[in-house]
């Protein structure tokens, strides 16, 4: 019998404390903070992640920087967004509340939504103190970095061994009690075969055909990545997209399989 997370158990108050550690644990997540922002200025990194996933074959036709920045800016506020506040309505979570824990746990897995300019702890960071749609993306991504599969496996399964430095925080973010079991399924089976691995998709997704139509355009990373190569790719045909196009564009989505 699964035990009740901390999120749901602990007061407001005690899971704030957990999500923020202590001082030094707040010092060193400013210090990833910084590093995060500071590497939207480093281009050679993000032009060598993309050859890296091109030669991965993720990518077939590499977007611009340009392209990336609307094709980030859309995936947030059409997918990203607003299907997390889908799921956490349904359960009866405040979402604005999950986001300040967020925040505290990692403020720098909240500044790259695409996750390109990221190293591999803020990635499994991310993947660990979420309850991901799908999370097939991610995994995608981490195979763009040396060892980041076996990192995440290897952090996935601190968790429920309960020895992870970040059990406390984590723990006052997740409430599914059994995301981190079905997780590390999903991370065995993948790299032992990423194409017959099955993802494990979040209920509010898998059972709603709108939301089931936005995962298939980006849930994964060549899906994604086909999304934004559509995207305009001037200054001029950038800022249209973002100010007119207000909601997902369902004639840009995937097709069904």
């Known amino acids: 019998m699964s035990v009740e997370p901390a999120r749901l158990r602990e007061s407001p108050w005690r899971l704030l404390k957990n999500a923020a550690g202590t001082p030094r644990d707040l010092a060193n997540k400013l210090g990833r903070l910084a590093r995060a922002v500071s590497a939207y200025a480093d281009g050679a990194s993000l032009d ?26 859309d995936m947030l506020r059409f997918w990203i967004s607003p299907a997390a506040a889908d799921y956490y309505r349904s359960k009866g979570i405040d979402f604005g509340f999950h986001q300040v824990l967020r925040f505290l746990d990692d403020p720098a897995s909240m500044v790259d939504p695409t996750g390109f300019l990221s190293s591999v702890d803020v990635i499994v960071g991310h993947v660990l103190q979420v309850v991901h749609a799908n999370p097939a993306y991610d ?17 996935t399964r601190a968790m429920l061994e309960g020895t992870h430095p970040r059990q406390a925080s984590i723990g006052a973010i997740v409430e599914d009690p059994g995301y981190h079991a079905r997780l590390l399924t999903y991370v ?70």
Request: charged residues 25%; glycine residues 4%.
């Open 48 to 73: 060598a992640r993309l050859e890296r996933l091109v030669r991965l074959g993720y990518v077939q036709t590499p977007p611009s920087r340009l392209q990336l920045v609307v094709g980030s800016a």
């Open 139 to 155: 995994l995608q991504l981490l195979e763009s970095h040396e060892d980041g599969l076996e990192e995440l496996e290897r952090q």
């Open 188 to 257: 065995q089976a993948y790299r032992d075969d990423p194409d017959a691995a099955l993802a494990p998709i979040r209920d509010n997704v898998a059972n709603d055909p709108y939301w089931a139509r936005v995962e298939r355009t980006f849930g994964t990373l060549p899906a994604a990545m086909r999304y934004f190569a559509k995207m305009p790719s001037t200054p001029l045909g950038a800022a249209r997209h973002l100010l007119f196009v207000r909601k997902f564009p369902e004639q840009l989505a995937e097709p069904s399989a």
